[in-house]
T-cell receptor
Framework: GAGVSQSPRYKVTKRGQDVALRCDPI?????LYWYRQALGQGPEFLTY????????KSGLPNDRFSAERPEGSISTLTIQRTEQRDSAMYRC???????????FGQGTRLTVV | GNSVTQMEGPVTLSEEAFLTINCTYT??????LFWYVQYPGEGLQLLLK?????DKGSNKGFEATYRKETTSFHLEKGSVQVSDSAVYFC?????????????FGRGTQLTVWP
């Protein structure tokens, strides 16, 4: 597609379940980012991929969070043993070149009940 | 470290009023600066950017000038429209940190009344 695509758009899960969030970046964009946005806040960085290499995961809050991008295109953010505090909007972005800004998907709204 | 501070909202204006949303930043390196906009029900969209001091970014009637001396990147529009109602985020990316990683402000909600 022409833009960054994220799925699902909405996810409601029970506490303790694992969830997988998918991001399909703009074709040709080598940089891919995951952000988390709490209500009333700006997005906060989680992790960064350059092609298939995860080059920065300093924003992942704990080891329940992981991400992969095995073929340098689609990425999956996985949250294990979800907790209510994980409820947020999860945003994926891709970029062609540094300094040009990132293009964002519409996000996945995760609610943990 | 890197951070962005935006004026708190919400901001409520009448149509055709002048808009300013203040944004200041701190950065460890040489940042590029951005404004993103989020319309209701939609994702974040890049509105404008500036990559070096004294650059002016502009788009859709919005402007912002990269002021290194005051570490600011204030967003302005001379005459707002109802369709400009959205949340506006100031952001920076710092060449000294992870390539292209964005640091965002908290966002400013703008509502424009007819």
């Amino acid at each position: 597609g022409a833009g960054v695509s994220q799925s699902p758009r909405y996810k409601v899960t029970k506490r303790g379940q694992d969830v997988a969030l998918r991001c399909d970046p703009i074709s040709g964009h080598v940089s891919l980012y995951w952000y988390r946005q709490a209500l009333g806040q700006g997005p906060e960085f989680l992790t960064y991929f350059n092609y298939e290499a995860q080059q920065d995961k300093s924003g992942l809050p704990n080891d329940r969070f992981s991400a992969e991008r095995p073929e340098g295109s689609i990425s999956t953010l996985t949250i294990q043993r979800t907790e209510q505090r994980d409820s947020a909007m999860y945003r994926c972005a891709s970029s062609l070149a540094e300094g040009q800004g990132s293009f964002f998907g519409q996000g996945t709204r995760l609610t943990v009940v | 470290g890197n951070s962005v501070t935006q004026m708190e909202g919400p901001v409520t204006l009448s149509e055709e009023a002048f808009l300013t949303i203040n944004c200041t930043y701190t950065a460890t390196g040489y940042p590029s600066l951005f404004w993103y906009v989020q319309y209701p029900g939609e994702g974040l969209q890049l509105l404008l950017k500036a990559t070096k001091a004294d650059d002016k970014g502009s788009n859709k009637g919005f402007e912002a000038t990269y002021r290194k001396e005051t570490t600011s990147f204030h967003l302005e529009k001379g005459s707002v429209q109802v369709s400009d109602s959205a949340v506006y985020f100031c952001a920076l990316s710092d060449r000294g940190s992870t390539l292209g990683r964005l640091y965002f402000g908290r966002g400013t909600q703008l509502t424009v009344w007819p």
